[in-house]
């Protein structure tokens, strides 16, 4: 068995968009019977993180490099090229 | 929890100004006015869009949705401005910019509790008619209706 993917979703005050995102990741797992371990942080505290993630999807901008994949999340908001973001995200659950 | 305030007196109709910042402190002082977000509140937003910009390019014209902590609201909240000339946001996790003409204002009194009331508000930003509508009606009261129809079944249903 595989180990449980950790994935890390962060907005700047970790209050309102994070929200929306969570829920849209955790929906795309259910539907895709992939069992996660999804955090919901602040992006300030993604540096926590930095060993035991394996994904950040986030709607704030991200200057440093991490060595885990970082997808922006603000398709989820807009609607605007929701599914290539979904198949990104969905891409780097199964890999 | 405590039931969402909104009101014809949070919304911004035809508002001038020149920069984001002065939207943003605009529509906080109505806000803390009211009593609904603590005095810091405006500062924290202000600092928070400067860190994280909020700029949604939609199908449609564009939104931004200044929010903060909810340790600087007093009562849930929603201001929507309506901009006679659209400002300069950074877009939300990019270094471009985009012009926005609708601010939607959060002032969020728990943390990770609202998803009900944000898918909704997401939904109006995929609603390029809806947006333009907002953009164009000039009557306080029906705006105020729209907003709420929208974001009713939120505020009802819950489950």
Redesign the interface.
Known sequence: MNKKKQVLVACGAGIATSTVVNNAIEEMAKENNISLDIKQIKIAEVGSYVDTADLLVTTAMTQKEYPFTVINARAFLTGIGVDDTKKQILNELVK | MSSLQFDESLILKDMEVSSKEEAISLMADRLAEKGFVKSSYKQAVLE?EE????G????GCSVA?P????KHVNQKAISLAILKHPVIFG?????TTTPVKLIFM?A?DE??S??TL??RL?QI??NAEMLHYFCKETDKSKIKEKVLTQLEFSLKGGE
Request: charged share 15%.
């Open positions: 928070r860190e994280f910009s909020t949604l390019p939609t199908h949705i929010h903060t902590d909810s877009v939300m996790g990019e270094c959060l969020m943390e990770h609202q998803l944000l898918q997401m930003f995929q």
